[in-house]
């Protein structure tokens, strides 16, 4: 009844009520007494209403949790920043948190392991001569999601857009709690690859004719969570050749080999329901972009996992000179081997024969299957023979991949997603950045806590600064940080830029630009629907340094100026979440959406 009447009133605001209701409901005057009654029953009533309101109102948002927290720094732990290899000390000791590993090497387990082959990667910009993104954020450093420097002049993004369509499938038994029923379109972190294939392996791949006769063809790989993996033309979104149907769910970005060659890398984020039967559980496979042929495969309920969920969101790495895969796994396994590839660039014969398979796994003194989860769902950057990893449990592990021996690890405190940056600045100091969600932290209460943002020194392991920020989180929609960060360059040299999701409130988020040397915020953009996308950097010809940045249910694409985080743009893909993370090639973003879409976007 009072809602009714709150309804009707489009005459007077709600202090003249009373003469509203009088007035809509041609009553005469009443008593003194009655009209005093009347009175307090509105009373009450708007006093239900606004505490309904609030209420309402703090179930969806929250409340509002605190903001600019100073940064902690420590500059003594930046002092053994350029040792020649890295070392535990005290604070990083792996044995402060009962780590405990095993190895396996060839399907025995061994007590001790020495690499036939030493691995020993190159620098980030090093880690391909391939033309585009072919790993997530693009190297072993995982600092880059663009290719190329294009023009850019009106510093807007076209109104027009390509898309193309997606699908969905079922959720496995162990992930069907959590949310909707389904993977659909493109999720977490479901980065595309994008390159541009030299003109004599083009040939000899199952491209259609006419894209093969195309000379400026450059072409998105897109593996999706309705278990294809598609090819689009840049330019336009149209198919370059026929979908590659796997039929499992693809979450993480895959990966091409970095010496150009035809092979693709892609691990399945979830498994599907056991009526499935054993096709249907969750692995890592490896194909022929020749034509499609599978080469191997490898992780599929493996007994080597103290994990009962097996997934493989990471992105994999592959070091050139030795011919060495290297692929950790949400199930706790690190899976390493060597490929012996051979190919034939002129006739197109491909194969594999996969030897020297040696993985790694571990548990801690609070690893379970009911909290602190064993497993690494970050990709993983690598610095020469030296692996940086996260996992579920917030151990960030630094391990020698020649001896398989873990060196040191510290605890940043809550479940890591985010993949970890590795930087080598012009001195030869060495730093990691990286972040958490909030999910074991959480207060159990209030479902806030505070998660930190991170600066470690990459030889020892020691925290130099930590950046703290109160968030919000649910059960499997978590908050804090679960993209992976921009390491700036250029004019944004000084710039760490991440998004923060749920603060100050539920639904709300913050990107915003640290201090590499202090971890302090230099600026920050209001997001109104947070982010678990990844930013991306995008650096002009006239040096001039942008940021892509896409929210989650909004639907958003924005682009700003990554000086001073100016938005300068916002394009509206639809009515979906995007928590996929776009790539970028020359003036073009690829980013899919979960609902069902892959978008191509012009920066002009």
Same mark, same amino acid.
């Given at each position: ?141 995982? *600092? ?7 023009? %850019? ?72 969570? @309705?278990?294809?993996? /598609? ?38 984020? *979830? ?123 917030? @151990?960030?592990?630094?391990? *020698? ?23 080598? *600045?012009?001195?030869?100091? =060495? ?19 505070? %998660? ?18 109160? %968030? ?37 988020? =913050? ?18 629907? /947070? ?74």
């Amino acid at each position: 009844m009072v809602f009714q009447l709150l309804q009707l009133n489009d005459e007077k605001p709600a202090s003249n009520l009373y003469t509203v209701i009088m007035k809509k409901y041609k009553q005469k005057p009443v008593t003194r007494k009655k009209r005093k009654v009347l009175l307090i029953v509105l009373a009450v009533a708007a006093a239900l209403i606004a505490v309904g309101g609030v209420y309402l109102r703090q179930r969806w948002y929250g409340g509002k949790t605190a903001q600019d927290i100073p940064a902690e720094y420590n500059a003594a732990a930046a002092e053994n920043a350029s040792l020649e290899k890295p070392r535990a000390v005290s604070s990083t000791d792996p044995a402060n948190m009962g780590f405990s590993a095993k190895l396996m090497v060839d399907g025995s387990e061994v007590p001790a392991y020495t690499r036939e082959q030493a691995v020993s990667f190159p620098d980030g910009d090093s880690y391909t001569g391939m033309e585009g993104i072919v790993t997530f954020r693009g190297n072993n450093y995982r *600092d880059s999601a663009s290719f190329g420097t294009p023009a %850019v002049t009106e510093r807007k993004l076209s109104d027009t857009f390509w898309t193309a369509e997606t699908g969905s499938l079922p959720k496995g038994d162990l992930t069907q709690s959590k949310g909707s029923d389904e993977w659909s379109g493109s999720g977490w972190t479901g980065q595309p690859l994008i390159v541009k294939w030299d003109e004599q392996t083009k040939q000899v791949m199952n491209l259609y004719p006419e894209k093969k006769q195309k000379e400026s063809l450059v072409e998105v790989i897109y593996a999706t969570m @309705d278990g294809n993996v /598609y090819f689009l033309d840049l330019a336009d979104g149209t198919p370059t050749r026929d979908k590659l149907s796997i039929g499992l769910p693809f979450k993480g970005a895959g990966a091409l080999d970095p010496r150009g060659y035809p092979i693709l890398y892609v691990g399945a984020g *979830d498994s599907l329901p056991s009526s499935a039967g054993e096709a249907g559980q969750a692995r890592v496979f490896i194909y022929s972009l020749i034509d499609f042929t599978k080469l191997y495969e490898f992780g599929a309920n493996d007994p080597f996992s103290p994990r009962e969920f097996h997934a493989f969101d990471s992105s994999a790495l592959v070091d050139e000179q030795t011919d060495t895969l290297f692929y950790p796994g949400e199930n706790a396994v690190l899976y390493t081997m060597k490929l012996n590839t051979r190919y034939d660039p002129q006739t197109g014969a491909l194969s594999i024969a996969p030897s020297d398979e040696a993985k790694w796994t571990y548990s801690t003194n609070r690893t379970s299957e009911e909290a602190y989860w064993w497993g690494m769902e970050d990709s993983a950057s690598i610095w020469k023979n030296y692996m940086y990893v996260c996992d579920n449990a917030g @151990d960030m592990m630094c391990i *020698d991949l020649n001896t398989m021996q873990l060196v040191w690890a510290q605890d940043i405190l809550d479940d890591a997603n985010a993949s970890p940056i590795f930087e080598e *600045d012009a001195q030869g100091n =060495r730093f990691l950045y990286v972040a958490p969600s909030l999910h074991w932290q959480q207060d159990a209460k209030t479902h806030t806590g505070r %998660v930190f943002i991170y600066k470690l020194n990459a030889m020892t392991g020691e925290v130099i600064w930590k950046k703290p920020y109160e %968030v919000h989180t649910e059960e499997g929609i978590s908050g804090g940080v679960q993209a992976t960060a921009v390491l700036g360059r250029g004019e944004i040299a000084d710039l760490l830029i991440v998004p923060v999701a749920r603060t100050p409130y539920k639904r709300t988020g =913050r990107l915003v630009a640290l201090d590499r040397a202090t971890g302090e915020e230099r600026w920050a953009f209001e997001m109104d629907t /947070y982010a678990w996308s990844s930013p991306v950097a995008v650096y002009a010809e006239d040096g001039s340094a942008y940021i892509v940045q896409c929210d989650g249910s909004g639907g958003n694409v924005h682009l700003l100026d990554a000086k001073d985080g100016t938005l300068l743009d916002t394009l509206h893909v639809g009515d979906t979440n995007i928590e996929a993370s776009p790539a970028v090639f020359g003036n073009t973003i690829v980013v899919g959406t979960r609902g069902k879409e892959i978008v191509g976007i012009t920066i002009s």
